[in-house]
């Protein structure tokens, strides 16, 4: 079965960093455009960044700060995430979607926590 699995999350201080994997399995990886989503409490979840054969795409609040990036060998997404703000703290979820078939599968989240 699809697999997504989140890990790196946690607590950080304002302005430091932080990097976020994402390890696929049952998908042909390199087949899927690959996403990191948030959800704060209270909140709608959003898209903060995108990774797609033709780019990759940021969410204005995020732009300059995070990184996505992809490792087709090793079926792993990355979020690298820099000067980190209090509004960044939400649970992260890793996303693969295929929209041209309609496919979507979700990770289970990973909590970022920035707080001093």
């Known amino acids: 079965q699809v697999q997504l699995v989140e890990s790196g999350g946690g607590l950080v201080q304002p302005g430091g960093s932080l990097r976020l994997s994402c390890v696929a399995s049952?998908?042909?990886?390199?087949?899927?455009?690959m996403g990191w989503y948030r959800q704060a409490p209270g909140k709608q979840r959003e898209l903060v960044a995108s990774?797609?054969?033709?780019?990759?795409n940021y969410a204005d609040s995020v732009k300059g700060r995070f990184t996505i990036s992809r490792d087709n060998a090793k079926n792993t997404v990355y979020l690298q995430m820099n000067s980190l703000k209090p509004e960044d703290t939400a649970v992260y979820y890793c996303?693969?979607?295929?929209?041209?078939?309609?496919?979507?599968?979700w990770g289970q989240g990973t909590q970022v926590t920035v707080s001093s």
């Open positions: 996303n693969a979607a295929r929209n041209k078939y309609s496919i979507d599968y």
């Open positions: 049952g998908i042909i990886f390199s087949w899927y455009d």
């Open positions: 990774i797609t054969s033709g780019g990759s």
